[in-house]
Every structure is written in structure tokens, then in C-alpha cells.
């Protein structure tokens, strides 16, 4: 069963940078894997965030454009999320998924976004 880790959160003032991480194991052919971003915070609906293709193309929510970038790296079985320009509303638990052959999450890494 595929599993996912997430690490990178934390607290950071609004304006900064954070670079989040996801570490894939027990996956069998990593490439040709969709991967996910998505966040959850307190109060709302989750949110999609960022997707990347086995091919590597990416989509941003419109709210995140231009401030995130998703990028993957095949060869160490990891996806990135690099967030810049933070902002308050960016506050909330952020996690990895991939759907293909099942529907995996990981445990999610808390950002926090002071103003």
C-alpha cells in the first residue's frame, strides 16, 4: 500500500516562504503517478491546490497562482510544494494524495501564516 509523508510545515510570517515536502514509499512505478496537493483548514471545505502529471503538468487554484509551484522529482520518489508570498488565509493542514491504484493521503503537515 502506497504511503505518503509529508514535513516542511511550520510558522512563518505573512510575506514568507515555505517549501513543503511529500515522501512516497511502497510504490511501485512512481512516474506514472498523478500527485495532489490539497489543504484543510479549520472551518472549511478542503481545498485542491495544486496537481502535477506523470508528464509533469501542473494546475493551480486560482487562489494560489502565481505564489505556489508543484514539482516532483521521479528519481528520489518526492513531490514539492514550494509556497511564496504567504498569507494568512494560506493557514491550514496541508497534505499529499495520489489516486491511481487507490486513494492515498498522508498525514498532512500544519502551516501557519502569521500576520
Known amino acids: 500500500q502506497v504511503q505518503l509523508v509529508e514535513s516542511g510545515g511550520g510558522l512563518v510570517q505573512a510575506g514568507g516562504s515555505l517549501r513543503l515536502s511529500c515522501a512516497a514509499s511502497?510504490?511501485?512505478?512512481?512516474?506514472?503517478?498523478?500527485f495532489a496537493w490539497y489543504r484543510q483548514a479549520p472551518g472549511k471545505q478542503s481545498e485542491l491546490v495544486a496537481v502535477?502529471?506523470?508528464?509533469?503538468?501542473?494546475n493551480y487554484a486560482d487562489s494560489v497562482k502565481g505564489r505556489f509551484t508543484i514539482s516532483r522529482d521521479n528519481t528520489k520518489k518526492m513531490v514539492y510544494l514550494q509556497m511564496n508570498s504567504l498569507k494568512p488565509e494560506d493557514t491550514a493542514v496541508y497534505l499529499c494524495?495520489?489516486?491511481?491504484?487507490?486513494?492515498?493521503w498522508g498525514q498532512g503537515t500544519q502551516v501557519t501564516v502569521s500576520s
Open positions: 502535477i502529471t506523470s508528464g509533469g503538468d501542473t
Open positions: 494524495n495520489t489516486k491511481r491504484d487507490g486513494d492515498y
Open positions: 511502497r510504490i511501485i512505478f512512481f512516474g506514472g503517478h498523478n
